[in-house]
C-alpha cells in the first residue's frame, strides 16, 4: 500500500475547505465537492463515517485534540 494523503473526516467541507486554504495557505490539488485534495498529502472528506462505517460521535471525539495541535502549530509559525 501506498501513502497518498492523511484524509480528515470534516462535519463542513466549505468550511474546512476555507479554513485549510486561508488560515494554514495550502493549495487544493482537486476539489470533488465532498472530497477536497490539498496539495502536499491532506485530504478533507465530509461524510467519511458513512463510508468506513463508524458513528459521528466517535469519528468527532478527537476534534478538541486536532483543534489544539492546529492551534499550536499555528502559533509556532508566529
Known amino acids: 500500500m501506498k ?3 492523511l484524509c480528515l473526516a470534516v462535519k463542513d467541507i466549505k468550511e474546512s475547505k476555507i479554513f485549510y486554504q486561508n ?3 495550502l493549495e487544493i490539488d482537486s476539489d470533488w465537492g465532498v472530497n477536497v485534495a490539498f496539495k502536499g498529502g491532506i485530504a478533507l ?6 463510508i468506513i462505517g463508524v458513528p ?6 478527537a476534534l478538541p485534540i ?3 495541535f492546529l492551534k499550536q502549530t499555528i502559533l509556532m509559525r508566529s
Open 3 to 5: 501513502y497518498e494523503a
Open 23 to 25: 488560515l494554514l495557505g
Open 56 to 61: 459521528k460521535k466517535v469519528l468527532f471525539i
Open 45 to 50: 472528506h465530509q461524510g467519511f463515517e458513512e
Open 66 to 68: 486536532w483543534n489544539w
